[in-house]
Protein backbone atom coordinates (compact mmCIF):
# COMPACT_ATOMS: atom_id res chain seq x y z
CA UNK A 1 0.00 0.00 0.00
CA UNK A 2 3.39 2.32 0.46
CA UNK A 3 3.89 1.71 -2.71
CA UNK A 4 0.56 2.59 -4.01
CA UNK A 5 0.44 5.81 -2.27
CA UNK A 6 3.91 7.00 -3.26
CA UNK A 7 3.34 5.88 -7.05
CA UNK A 8 -0.22 7.61 -6.98
CA UNK A 9 1.31 11.06 -5.72
CA UNK A 10 4.47 11.10 -7.72
CA UNK A 11 2.07 10.81 -10.86
CA UNK A 12 -0.67 13.14 -10.04
CA UNK A 13 2.42 15.84 -9.28
CA UNK A 14 3.22 15.53 -12.84
CA UNK A 15 -0.11 15.56 -14.01
CA UNK A 16 -0.80 18.38 -11.30
CA UNK A 17 2.12 20.15 -12.83
CA UNK A 18 1.55 20.15 -16.50
CA UNK A 19 -2.50 20.37 -15.93
CA UNK A 20 -2.13 23.71 -14.92
CA UNK A 21 0.74 24.75 -17.53
CA UNK A 22 -2.16 23.93 -19.71
CA UNK A 23 -4.42 25.96 -17.59
CA UNK A 24 -2.82 28.85 -17.69
CA UNK A 25 -2.16 29.35 -21.55
CA UNK A 26 -6.02 28.40 -22.55
CA UNK A 27 -7.27 31.04 -19.79
CA UNK A 28 -4.90 33.61 -21.54
CA UNK A 29 -6.74 32.28 -24.71
CA UNK A 30 -4.09 30.02 -26.59
CA UNK A 31 -4.78 26.25 -26.58
CA UNK A 32 -1.94 23.96 -26.09
CA UNK A 33 -2.00 20.81 -27.28
CA UNK A 34 1.79 20.69 -27.46
CA UNK A 35 2.57 20.40 -23.90
CA UNK A 36 3.09 16.44 -24.83
CA UNK A 37 6.39 17.95 -26.70
CA UNK A 38 7.24 20.72 -24.15
CA UNK A 39 7.36 17.65 -21.09
CA UNK A 40 10.00 15.86 -23.64
CA UNK A 41 12.08 19.14 -24.35
CA UNK A 42 12.04 19.97 -20.31
CA UNK A 43 12.58 16.41 -19.73
CA UNK A 44 15.65 16.23 -21.64
CA UNK A 45 17.19 19.42 -20.49
CA UNK A 46 16.25 18.00 -17.06
CA UNK A 47 17.90 14.62 -16.94
CA UNK A 48 21.43 15.91 -18.82
CA UNK A 49 21.50 18.71 -16.05
CA UNK A 50 21.60 15.21 -13.90
CA UNK A 51 23.75 13.46 -15.73
CA UNK A 52 26.32 16.23 -15.78
CA UNK A 53 25.88 17.60 -11.90
CA UNK A 54 25.64 13.96 -10.37
CA UNK A 55 28.15 14.58 -7.72
CA UNK A 56 27.23 18.06 -6.41
CA UNK A 57 25.65 18.60 -3.32
CA UNK A 58 22.60 17.68 -3.53
CA UNK A 59 20.57 21.63 -3.39
CA UNK A 60 22.93 22.45 -6.40
CA UNK A 61 21.39 19.98 -8.43
CA UNK A 62 17.96 20.13 -7.69
CA UNK A 63 18.23 23.82 -8.14
CA UNK A 64 19.66 23.55 -11.53
CA UNK A 65 17.71 20.75 -12.83
CA UNK A 66 14.45 22.94 -12.04
CA UNK A 67 15.59 25.50 -13.55
CA UNK A 68 16.94 24.17 -17.06
CA UNK A 69 13.92 22.17 -17.19
CA UNK A 70 12.17 25.64 -16.87
CA UNK A 71 14.03 27.42 -19.47
CA UNK A 72 13.82 24.48 -21.41
CA UNK A 73 10.02 24.11 -21.31
CA UNK A 74 9.48 27.79 -21.71
CA UNK A 75 11.91 28.04 -25.21
CA UNK A 76 10.27 25.16 -26.57
CA UNK A 77 6.73 26.92 -25.66
CA UNK A 78 7.93 30.54 -27.16
CA UNK A 79 7.62 28.42 -30.72
CA UNK A 80 3.75 28.35 -29.85
CA UNK A 81 3.37 31.62 -29.10
CA UNK A 82 5.47 32.86 -31.76
CA UNK A 83 3.61 31.32 -34.34
CA UNK A 84 -0.04 31.38 -32.40
CA UNK A 85 0.48 34.99 -30.82
CA UNK A 86 2.10 37.06 -33.74
CA UNK A 87 1.47 35.04 -36.65
CA UNK A 88 -2.10 34.51 -35.97
CA UNK A 89 -1.51 30.72 -36.92
CA UNK A 90 -3.99 27.58 -36.34
CA UNK A 91 -2.86 26.86 -32.43
CA UNK A 92 -4.53 22.93 -32.64
CA UNK A 93 -1.69 22.37 -35.60
CA UNK A 94 0.86 24.07 -34.27
CA UNK A 95 0.27 21.54 -30.86
CA UNK A 96 0.74 18.63 -32.94
CA UNK A 97 3.19 19.60 -34.89
CA UNK A 98 5.29 20.28 -31.66
CA UNK A 99 4.33 17.28 -29.91
CA UNK A 100 6.04 15.74 -33.43
CA UNK A 101 9.07 17.23 -33.54
CA UNK A 102 9.94 17.09 -29.72
CA UNK A 103 10.65 13.11 -29.73
CA UNK A 104 12.92 13.47 -32.67
CA UNK A 105 14.34 16.56 -31.75
CA UNK A 106 15.14 14.87 -28.23
CA UNK A 107 16.09 11.35 -29.88
CA UNK A 108 18.64 13.22 -32.54
CA UNK A 109 20.21 15.29 -29.38
CA UNK A 110 21.02 12.44 -27.24
CA UNK A 111 22.04 10.15 -29.79
CA UNK A 112 24.99 12.89 -30.84
CA UNK A 113 25.99 13.66 -27.25
CA UNK A 114 26.11 9.57 -27.00
CA UNK A 115 28.12 9.02 -29.62
CA UNK A 116 30.21 12.07 -29.13
CA UNK A 117 30.88 10.13 -25.67
CA UNK A 118 31.29 6.86 -27.60
CA UNK A 119 31.06 6.20 -31.12
CA UNK A 120 29.72 3.10 -30.32
CA UNK A 121 26.87 3.94 -28.50
CA UNK A 122 24.24 5.04 -30.86
CA UNK A 123 21.34 4.93 -28.00
CA UNK A 124 19.05 7.44 -27.00
CA UNK A 125 19.25 7.14 -23.58
CA UNK A 126 20.04 9.17 -20.60
CA UNK A 127 21.21 8.50 -17.29
CA UNK A 128 20.96 10.05 -14.04
CA UNK A 129 21.50 7.81 -11.30
CA UNK A 130 23.40 9.62 -8.69
CA UNK A 131 21.03 12.90 -9.73
CA UNK A 132 17.73 11.45 -9.28
CA UNK A 133 18.76 10.84 -5.58
CA UNK A 134 18.93 14.51 -5.13
CA UNK A 135 15.20 14.50 -5.39
CA UNK A 136 14.57 11.28 -2.99
CA UNK A 137 14.63 10.77 0.37
CA UNK A 138 13.17 8.62 2.32
CA UNK A 139 10.39 8.90 5.14
CA UNK A 140 10.42 5.12 6.84
CA UNK A 141 9.60 2.75 3.99
CA UNK A 142 8.34 5.89 1.81
CA UNK A 143 10.25 7.41 -0.78
CA UNK A 144 8.97 11.17 -0.98
CA UNK A 145 9.82 13.50 -3.54
CA UNK A 146 10.54 16.86 -3.89
CA UNK A 147 8.27 17.26 -6.98
CA UNK A 148 5.31 16.32 -4.70
CA UNK A 149 6.00 19.74 -2.39
CA UNK A 150 6.43 21.23 -5.82
CA UNK A 151 3.15 20.45 -6.88
CA UNK A 152 0.87 21.27 -4.01
CA UNK A 153 2.86 24.50 -4.01
CA UNK A 154 2.19 24.94 -7.70
CA UNK A 155 -1.67 24.21 -6.82
CA UNK A 156 -2.03 26.72 -4.41
CA UNK A 157 -0.06 29.37 -5.95
CA UNK A 158 -1.99 28.87 -9.08
CA UNK A 159 -5.26 29.46 -7.24
CA UNK A 160 -3.74 32.64 -5.45
CA UNK A 161 -2.37 33.84 -9.08
CA UNK A 162 -5.59 33.29 -10.87
CA UNK A 163 -8.18 34.27 -8.48
CA UNK A 164 -6.97 37.09 -6.05
CA UNK A 165 -4.62 38.61 -8.10
CA UNK A 166 -4.50 41.62 -10.78
CA UNK A 167 -2.37 39.69 -13.02
CA UNK A 168 -4.63 36.94 -12.84
CA UNK A 169 -7.83 37.94 -13.53
CA UNK A 170 -6.26 40.34 -16.60
CA UNK A 171 -5.33 36.64 -17.59
CA UNK A 172 -8.42 35.05 -17.88
CA UNK A 173 -10.38 38.09 -19.06
CA UNK A 174 -8.19 37.67 -22.05
CA UNK A 175 -9.42 34.21 -22.35
CA UNK A 176 -12.97 35.28 -22.00
CA UNK A 177 -13.42 38.23 -23.96
CA UNK A 178 -9.87 39.81 -25.26
CA UNK A 179 -11.64 42.86 -27.25
CA UNK A 180 -12.97 44.20 -24.13
CA UNK A 181 -10.04 43.49 -21.96
CA UNK A 182 -8.40 45.57 -24.72
CA UNK A 183 -10.37 48.39 -24.48
CA UNK A 184 -9.83 48.88 -20.97
CA UNK A 185 -5.97 48.90 -21.39
CA UNK A 186 -4.86 45.55 -20.77
CA UNK A 187 -2.27 44.14 -23.32
CA UNK A 188 -3.60 40.92 -24.69
CA UNK A 189 -0.61 39.73 -26.51
CA UNK A 190 1.49 40.31 -23.68
CA UNK A 191 -0.94 38.63 -21.25
CA UNK A 192 -1.14 35.58 -23.99
CA UNK A 193 2.87 35.56 -23.97
CA UNK A 194 2.53 35.12 -20.21
CA UNK A 195 0.08 32.24 -20.09
CA UNK A 196 2.15 30.18 -22.94
CA UNK A 197 5.33 30.73 -21.05
CA UNK A 198 4.00 30.05 -17.68
CA UNK A 199 2.78 26.65 -19.55
CA UNK A 200 6.10 25.94 -20.97
CA UNK A 201 7.84 26.38 -17.25
CA UNK A 202 4.90 23.93 -15.48
CA UNK A 203 5.15 21.37 -18.81
CA UNK A 204 9.18 21.21 -18.77
CA UNK A 205 8.91 20.54 -14.60
CA UNK A 206 6.24 17.73 -15.44
CA UNK A 207 8.54 16.29 -17.79
CA UNK A 208 11.69 16.13 -15.48
CA UNK A 209 9.10 14.76 -12.80
CA UNK A 210 7.75 12.39 -15.04
CA UNK A 211 11.22 11.10 -16.22
CA UNK A 212 12.01 10.55 -12.89
CA UNK A 213 9.58 8.35 -11.33
CA UNK A 214 10.73 5.40 -10.55
CA UNK A 215 13.59 5.17 -13.00
CA UNK A 216 17.60 6.05 -13.59
CA UNK A 217 17.54 6.12 -16.99
CA UNK A 218 15.17 7.66 -19.60
CA UNK A 219 15.13 6.57 -23.51
CA UNK A 220 13.57 9.78 -25.38
CA UNK A 221 12.80 7.89 -28.32
CA UNK A 222 9.58 6.95 -25.93
CA UNK A 223 8.74 10.31 -25.62
CA UNK A 224 6.28 10.35 -22.67
CA UNK A 225 3.52 8.03 -22.81
CA UNK A 226 0.78 10.54 -23.56
CA UNK A 227 1.05 12.01 -20.27
CA UNK A 228 0.61 15.48 -21.97
CA UNK A 229 -2.25 14.38 -23.26
CA UNK A 230 -3.66 13.00 -20.29
CA UNK A 231 -3.01 16.70 -18.73
CA UNK A 232 -5.51 17.80 -21.06
CA UNK A 233 -8.00 15.34 -19.60
CA UNK A 234 -7.21 16.53 -16.53
CA UNK A 235 -7.54 19.90 -16.78
CA UNK A 236 -10.71 19.79 -18.71
CA UNK A 237 -12.35 17.38 -16.11
CA UNK A 238 -10.90 20.18 -13.37
CA UNK A 239 -12.90 22.49 -15.24
CA UNK A 240 -9.92 24.75 -15.56
CA UNK A 241 -9.70 24.86 -12.07
CA UNK A 242 -6.74 24.61 -10.00
CA UNK A 243 -8.31 23.04 -7.01
CA UNK A 244 -10.66 20.37 -9.19
CA UNK A 245 -7.24 19.93 -11.18
CA UNK A 246 -5.26 18.34 -7.94
CA UNK A 247 -8.22 16.37 -7.50
CA UNK A 248 -8.70 14.91 -10.90
CA UNK A 249 -5.03 14.63 -11.03
CA UNK A 250 -5.31 12.20 -7.84
CA UNK A 251 -8.12 10.04 -9.75
CA UNK A 252 -5.65 9.68 -12.87
CA UNK A 253 -2.61 9.18 -10.99
CA UNK A 254 -4.32 6.31 -9.20
CA UNK A 255 -4.83 4.03 -12.56
CA UNK A 256 -1.80 5.29 -13.77
CA UNK A 257 -0.04 3.34 -10.25
CA UNK A 258 -2.08 0.22 -11.03
CA UNK A 259 0.17 -0.83 -13.74
CA UNK A 260 3.11 -0.79 -11.65
CA UNK A 261 1.81 -2.06 -8.18
CA UNK A 262 -0.93 -4.31 -9.45
CA UNK A 263 1.62 -7.44 -9.03
CA UNK A 264 2.31 -6.38 -5.51
CA UNK A 265 -1.88 -6.15 -4.81
CA UNK A 266 -2.95 -9.74 -3.34
CA UNK A 267 -6.52 -9.08 -4.74
CA UNK A 268 -5.26 -7.64 -8.00
CA UNK A 269 -2.54 -10.00 -8.41
CA UNK A 270 -5.16 -13.11 -8.17
CA UNK A 271 -7.34 -12.10 -10.88
CA UNK A 272 -4.65 -12.67 -13.65
CA UNK A 273 -5.17 -9.61 -15.55
CA UNK A 274 -3.02 -8.99 -17.85
CA UNK A 275 -0.42 -6.26 -17.34
CA UNK A 276 -1.29 -4.29 -20.50
CA UNK A 277 -5.03 -3.93 -19.28
CA UNK A 278 -3.48 -1.94 -16.17
CA UNK A 279 -1.18 0.39 -18.90
CA UNK A 280 -4.56 1.21 -20.92
CA UNK A 281 -6.46 1.90 -17.52
CA UNK A 282 -6.10 5.89 -17.30
CA UNK A 283 -6.40 5.93 -20.84
CA UNK A 284 -9.54 4.16 -20.93
CA UNK A 285 -10.88 6.65 -17.94
CA UNK A 286 -10.25 9.50 -19.66
CA UNK A 287 -12.02 8.92 -22.58
CA UNK A 288 -14.96 7.67 -20.32
CA UNK A 289 -14.44 10.95 -18.22
CA UNK A 290 -14.43 13.16 -21.09
CA UNK A 291 -17.57 11.48 -22.85
CA UNK A 292 -19.77 12.23 -19.73
CA UNK A 293 -18.26 15.55 -18.45
CA UNK A 294 -16.80 17.11 -21.27
CA UNK A 295 -20.76 18.39 -22.54
CA UNK A 296 -21.17 20.34 -19.12
CA UNK A 297 -17.32 21.74 -19.14
CA UNK A 298 -17.24 25.50 -19.73
CA UNK A 299 -13.77 26.64 -21.20
CA UNK A 300 -12.39 30.12 -21.75
CA UNK A 301 -14.96 31.77 -24.56
CA UNK A 302 -11.88 33.13 -26.37
CA UNK A 303 -9.46 30.11 -26.52
CA UNK A 304 -8.25 28.89 -29.66
CA UNK A 305 -9.85 32.27 -31.59
CA UNK A 306 -6.56 34.33 -33.16
CA UNK A 307 -6.69 37.97 -31.55
CA UNK A 308 -6.90 40.61 -33.63
CA UNK A 309 -6.82 44.44 -32.29
CA UNK A 310 -8.54 45.65 -35.06
CA UNK A 311 -11.46 43.88 -34.79
CA UNK A 312 -14.60 44.63 -32.00
Not at 31 to 60: F, K, R, S, Y
Not at 162 to 174: E, S
Not at 235 to 244: C, E, Q, R, Y
Request: aromatic share 10%; charged share 10%; with cysteine.
Amino acid sequence: MVLLLQYTLIFASVLSLVALGGCFSEHSGIINLGLEGIMVIGALGGAMTLDAMGGQAAPAVVLATLAVSILCGMAYAALLGFACIQFSADQTLVGTALNILATALATVIVKARNMARNPDDVSSTVQYVTGKKAFIFRIGSFEFNWFMLIALIALILAGIILYRTRFGLRLMACGENPQAADSVGINVYKMRWAGVLISGALGGLGGICYITAGVSEWKFENGVAGFGFLALAVMIFGAWKPLNIGLAALLFGFFRTLSNVYSSIGILANLNIPGTLYNMLPYIISLLVLAFTSRNSRAPKAEGIPYDKGSR
